[in-house]
């Protein structure tokens, strides 16, 4: 794709001119989202997505010019106030701009284009090529709103054109619609861009043209099978795994529309080498297995089974769906349910990826050569003074795994301090508690580069809102949260939260009212084996803080209660006293959920059991926290994803997970930031809501928590 993204420098050099001239709408839209994201949403809302499609933003941003030309301008509310900056602080994304956005319902024939299905064609006319170059068709599903759909086709020659393919003498089976169109082989890849047409009214007009980017390349497959089963027990099972691993290769068709759909064809085929040659023919694929689906955004608890057709009859399946999406990436993560010998269910997970060329490859790294080292995280663009980062080899289990980078603390700009309000009043007694910062000391059981001791690093250190000096598994979990600082997910919910001040005030509030409680989360952790930073995952975003006056709250949808929302099946597996409370009913005061101490060590103690589950990628206890035994953190487990792997692929719960991973950033940065409120915070500990009138039932929380009642 390096010479399609030198070929689209032009419009790219636009890109300038027509976002520093005003769209306000493009000033609204979150940058990664409007270059990944086609503008367009499902009935569930779940975000329509692109993978390595650099055409998009360029083709989004042409087609609201055009819309601002053919719609009268606005009409001014109020000439006092300015427009909004696309510098500002967006509020919860509903700030002033964020009502001028375009949307896909100003594009209502857009919108109507539903499916696509494009074929090409060499000699034979009814035998489809992949890399045919002699004629084509395509069929369009449109389904205007509120109307019925129908299939409108296409066909026509292909008409070569210099490195292009040009479509010629077009026919259609509807006269209200026409086609242009072209092809380009850039980088073993196929690219190619339609434009769609319907009739106006009058004679020879033309009422809306929609875009349609195409986009056509060759895969590695990777499947998956579930590392607790046997395959050599299962003679058929094993049988059609092998079928779907043998010389096999992923053919992938991507259709966007701009402000429409996006959506895939999936082709698994075989290229059986010729006898004596090295390499298959280009065209002698034998196709085993064909689905598609919709390009969604897959961190969601909604999914859709795809379209199937097995073209082996040894490959039978139950159901299949798009499970992981890499936004900007050309690789997707399906699950395939088949039938084992017993006539049990048993999910494969077929992992298609393009591989990157030599020219992309030497790109990125020249990129990151020219870039540096990576952004602060509590600034909004890149530092650029950050000193280089020094190279560790991580040890697991006595065994060596992949170097990780271990990063120097981040460099805090200035800012000026935000005025902090108090929304809410505070009910504080006087209950006496230490409130300094407690600085990391030296550990000396563990000498200076063991393993198994925090390093100074981006959210355990001197500036941290907390940090920990213990060794062991707290040691471990601190370095793997530290190896995600530059996960793209991770990087995104950072500027997130740095760029929205509702982010902003809810993580500064979290700050202002955990500030007596620090002492006594930290005894809790050391007691537990964990960092205390693991309340960031738990309670970071609980109304007992946020509120800023200590409120218990129980879950309206289920039986989850008090500040670390523990439903009623955890606590009994954590060993509480709780009393079995229906859905939105507070449970009698008897019960340890509705009090922070006995509820932050049943939080340590379930943060350590998960962590101990993935000792290859701790960084998953922070996913496993969320989810709970299965949907994601069973891929991981079952199927040996790494963190950076579910984070890239956005599976359900990783957005979730990115976002806490990005307050322990921002938390190791705390003091002297922005985000430090110790002045205005509060120094004592309620005087309720954080023991229960009777003795803690767990010992060990009891050891952790008696000095602090």
């Known amino acids: 794709m390096l010479k399609l993204k030198h070929k689209l420098t032009l419009i790219g050099a636009g890109l300038f001119l027509l976002t520093s001239c005003a769209p306000s709408h493009y000033a609204a839209q979150d940058q990664s989202s409007f270059k990944n994201h086609t503008g367009h949403k499902t009935d569930d809302g779940r975000s329509f997505t692109v993978g390595d ?65 494009f074929l090409r064609y060499e000699n034979d006319p009814k035998t489809p090529a992949k890399l045919g170059t002699k004629s084509y068709s395509l069929q369009v599903y449109i389904q205007p709103d509120g109307s019925a759909g129908a299939w409108v086709g296409f066909a026509g020659a292909l008409k070569t054109d210099g490195a292009q393919l040009l479509f010629e003498d077009s026919s259609q089976t509807n006269e209200d619609y026409r086609v242009k169109g072209s092809l380009e082989s850039v980088e073993q890849v196929v690219v190619g861009r339609f434009e769609i047409s319907r009739k106006g009214a009058l004679k020879g007009s033309l009422l809306e043209t929609a875009t349609v980017l195409y986009k056509a390349y060759e895969a590695d497959l990777n499947v998956r099978t579930p590392l607790d089963k046997n395959l050599e027990e299962y003679v058929n099972l094993n049988k059609k795994v092998q079928n779907l691993k043998a010389d096999t290769k992923a053919w992938v068709n991507d259709f966007v529309v701009p402000f429409g ?130 190279e560790d080899e991580v040890i697991v289990d006595g065994t060596k795994s992949e170097t990780q980078t271990i990063l120097p603390p981040p460099q805090e700009p200035a800012y000026e301090k935000e005025e902090e309000t108090t929304p809410f009043p505070i009910d504080i007694e006087d209950v006496p508690i230490p409130v300094k910062r407690p600085t990391p000391p030296k550990s000396p059981s563990a000498p200076k580069g063991s393993q198994d001791s925090p390093s100074t690093s981006r959210g355990n250190n001197s500036k941290s809102y907390m940090s920990t000096s213990q060794s062991g598994m707290a040691a471990k979990i601190v370095r793997a949260f530290d190896a995600t600082f530059n996960l793209k997910g991770v990087q995104d919910a950072i500027r997130n939260i740095n760029g929205n001040k509702g982010e902003r005030n809810r993580l500064k509030s979290f700050f202002k009212y955990a500030n007596p409680f620090r002492g006594l989360i930290s005894s809790i952790a ?51 006293n709780f009393v079995y409370n229906g859905i939105g009913v507070m449970p009698p005061a008897r019960d340890e959920r509705r009090y922070f101490a006995p509820s932050a060590c049943a939080g340590a103690k379930y943060f350590f059991e998960n962590a101990e589950q993935f000792p290859r990628d701790y960084s998953l206890s922070v996913l496993a926290y969320n989810q709970g035994a299965g949907g994601t953190r069973g891929y991981a487990r079952k199927y040996g994803y790494t963190y950076a792997e579910i984070s890239r692929h956005n599976f359900a719960g990783a957005r979730y997970a990115n976002k806490k991973l990005a307050a322990y950033f921002i938390a190791g940065n705390y003091e002297n930031s922005r985000y430090d409120v110790d002045s205005a915070s509060p120094r004592n500990l309620p005087s309720r809501t954080v023991f229960p009138a009777a003795r803690i039932k767990d010992p060990k929380c009891r050891k952790a928590t008696d000095a602090y009642r």
């Open 53 to 117: 499609e650099p055409r998009l933003e360029e083709e989004k941003i042409i087609a609201i010019e055009e819309l601002k030309k053919d719609s009268p301008p606005p009409q001014k509310k109020n000439s006092n106030p300015s427009p909004p900056s696309q510098s500002e602080d967006t509020e919860e994304g509903s700030d002033e701009d964020q009502k001028q956005k375009v949307t896909s319902e100003e594009f209502p024939f857009r919108r109507s284009l539903k499916e696509f299905r």
């Open 261 to 390: 759909v996006s959506t895939f064809d999936v082709a698994i085929i075989r290229k059986p080498k010729t006898p004596g040659a090295e390499k298959p023919k280009a065209d002698s694929w034998e196709d085993l297995l064909e689905f598609k689906g919709r390009s969604v955004e897959t961190d969601s608890p909604q999914t859709e089974d795809l379209k199937i057709q097995a073209l082996l009859s040894d490959i039978e399946y139950k159901s299949m769906q798009l499970i992981g999406n890499a936004e900007g990436e050309d690789s997707k993560i399906f699950s395939m349910t088949v039938k084992d010998d017993k006539g049990n269910d048993t999910e494969l997970l077929l992992d298609v990826e393009r591989p990157k060329s030599a020219a992309e490859i030497e790109e990125e790294n020249k990129k990151k050569l020219e870039s540096g080292v990576d952004s602060d995280t509590n600034s909004e663009e890149t530092d650029g003074g950050q000193l280089p980062p020094q």
């Open 526 to 576: 050391k007691e537990y084996r964990v960092p205390p930073q693991f309340a960031y995952v738990a309670v970071i975003e609980s109304a007992y803080f946020t509120g800023g006056n200590y409120v218990v709250q129980i879950s309206s949808s289920e039986s989850s209660t008090g500040p670390f929302q523990i439903n009623r099946a955890t606590a009994k597996h954590l060993g509480m």
